[in-house]
């Protein structure tokens, strides 16, 4: 390891890597005095839920759980029988780094992978997909269609994009899933609301991510059909995943959800990748794969800088993907400092 940058951090594999945000710390010490009903029948839990219908502009049921996960699996089991398939992305974080909680939790619904460029979903595709051997007693039905906002690649899609791939689902007569768990990066890099993102282009259940944009562990499951909540509540008991005390929970989303923190945090992080994506362009042999909307970069490096900034002690996803592509994320927490020290370092192991 260089010494000489050890001030910059180099953990650039996942926002996962971040902490959280002094404000959210701050609410969990203060959630901690004196007495709360428990199991989310408390005051904070009750804010949250209210807090996020203004954010959402209509009134929603909001489920918090500890994982982006378990809110995904919880999620998809609420909207698919287990004779159904939920149509996604090859490249979705439910297809691929889930262990198969999913199929698990939705007793057995099988995904069907599609594909499309920036792990958004080819509108063309899903056309085909949703009506593909509907009512066709020898195959899975066609329930769900899961979108990630934004994507695995760091891709947004536009409210735009949303509301004709919410057609061709309601028109077949689908449920529409969003993995939001990098929503909120989304909304910061778009002109575009919560609402018109969501249940305006057809969204029905939203898994609505916190945890790699300042909080320590919390997620919310934002329900818009609220006729799937009863059942959501006993699900997510069964999984595990009622919290007795879950005022701590609630108190960080409730301090993420004030004065704009959660919209804050996620414009920086855009901005960091922004700003590492600009820095790279300007380097030889470095080749940028798609664009970074939101706080994920993909790139193409020389093996020789890749090596060397393992060697300098940066961690980063590598030919994970394919041989040279390398996976750089950006956080809340990552400072301008941060990103010139990883620009320094891939120009030093360029020359
Ligand atoms: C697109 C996406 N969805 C969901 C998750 C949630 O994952 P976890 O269960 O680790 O909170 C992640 C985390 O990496 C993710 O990248």
Redesign the pocket.
Known sequence: MNDSTTATARMFS?D?AAGASPEIVEAVVRAAAGQAPPYGSDDVTAGVRRRLGEIFERDVDVLIVS??????ALGLAALTPPWGSVLCHRD???NN??CGAPEFYTAGAKLVALGGDDARIDPDELRAAVRHKAGDVHSVEPSVVSV?QAT?TGAVYTAEELRALGSTVKEAGLRLHM?G??FAGAVAALDATPADLTWRAGVDLL?F?A??NGTMTA?AIVVFDRSLTAELSFRAKRAGQLASKMRFHAAQLEAYLTDGLWLRNAAHANAMAARLQEGLKAVPGVDLLGSAEANILFCRLPQQVTQGLLADGYVFYHDRWEPGVVRFVASFATTAQDIDGLLEAVRRHTA
């Open positions: 996942s996962n994982t982006g996960s378990a809110a995904n979705s974080h439910i780094d889930e990630t695995e993995d768990a990098r898994s991510g945890t790699k997620e």
